[in-house]
């Protein structure tokens, strides 16, 4: 029996053999905007329209402002400060680490693997 792949048709392409890529066919129509474009458009400035008619876009404008006016009032730190304040942060995350690295290592693994388990296996072949 003949085989046939079926992946044939994605391949091949409507544009002539001489024929850029990308380019239209001769004679078809081109459309400057997709219709999707355009109802989208359309929708976004009803949204808008609605949003400006409600007084939501004078809030989003005045939250805006009132954000850059507290954000002007707040002291940012130099350069300096910054590189201590980070190296504060690397040291205190790594000490953090390092002491719950070893408390879970005594105590889920010595504490719980030798002493527990030790005592209570003894204690119930014992008993």
């Known amino acids: 029996m003949e085989e046939i792949n079926s992946n044939t048709g994605a391949v091949q392409s409507t544009a002539e053999v001489g024929q ?7 004679g078809a129509s081109m459309n400057p905007m997709p219709v999707d474009w355009i109802i ?11 949003a400006k008619k409600i007084g939501w876009l ?7 402002l009132q954000t850059r ?18 190296w504060m942060v690397l040291v205190a995350v790594a000490l953090l680490g390092t002491f719950t690295f070893l408390a879970d ?23």
């Open 20 to 26: 850029p890529a990308g380019q239209p066919e001769p």
């Open 40 to 50: 989208g458009g359309v929708v976004l400035l009803v949204a808008l329209f609605i």
């Open 58 to 64: 004078d809030r989003i404008r005045v939250f805006f």
């Open 69 to 86: 006016e507290e954000l002007l009032k707040c002291s940012w730190p130099n350069r300096d400060e910054l590189r201590g304040s980070t």
């Open 105 to 127: 290592w005594f105590l889920g693994g010595f504490m719980i693997q030798e002493i527990l388990l030790k005592w209570l296996g003894g204690a119930g072949a014992a008993g």
